[in-house]
């Protein structure tokens, strides 16, 4: 496993270690021990959650302002443009984004810890987008910041609007959105 920081250092990029050959591959999508040894993360996963997104589907930028998950993220088909702010205000980097493409192909995967807010962008003609998280999803707890505030200023690579859901449409600024401590 190859870690990688990020400019919020609580963000980690995981690449797993690839075993190929003409057959195919194999690699460890998730091995709690190394993520303990390796970065220090030993979260409890209970839940695990995939979507499928069409081409400029644009998903969040969604978070739990109580029961906040963590999250292990990692694309299983295509390519998504995947976006984490950190909604800490304690912290030195509230505010600030962290954007990374996943893949396939690359077969990275991102680490977020509670407190930061998801999102991406599906590149390809499809994407799927598996995650595991640390707590459960309460509807009545989720938020959702606006994917295209300019006070987050996310280079999101669009070629035209993205395609929304009712509730992504609706998401508030930062400065008037709920936040963690």
């Known amino acids: 496993m190859n870690v990688i920081e990020t400019e919020i250092r609580e963000i980690v990029i995981i690449e797993p270690q690839v075993s190929g050959d003409d057959r195919g591959f194999v690699y460890e999508s998730f091995n709690r021990r190394l993520l303990a040894q390796k970065i220090g ?3 409890d996963f209970v839940q695990e959650n995939h979507s499928r997104s069409a081409r400029n589907v644009l998903r969040g930028l969604h978070y739990q302002i109580q029961r906040a998950q963590g999250k292990l993220v990692r694309a299983t088909a295509g390519v998504v443009f ?3 702010v950190d909604l800490r205000r304690s912290s030195s980097t509230f505010g600030r984004h962290v954007a990374i493409r996943l893949s396939a192909e690359n077969k990275r995967m991102v680490w977020i810890p509670p407190g930061f807010a998801h999102g991406f962008l599906a590149l390809s003609d499809h994407a799927e987008v598996v995650y595991k998280l640390t707590d459960y999803w309460y509807p009545g707890l989720e938020r959702t910041i606006a994917w295209n505030d300019p006070e987050l200023a996310i280079p999101w690579p669009l070629a035209q609007e ?3 859901s009712a509730k992504d449409k609706a998401g508030a600024r930062l400065k ?4 963690y401590a």
């Not at 008037?176 to 936040?179: I, K, R």
């Open 82 to 84: 995947d976006v984490t």
């Open 41 to 43: 993360i030993d979260a």
């Open 176 to 179: 008037d959105g709920e936040v």
């Open 162 to 164: 993205p395609q929304l």
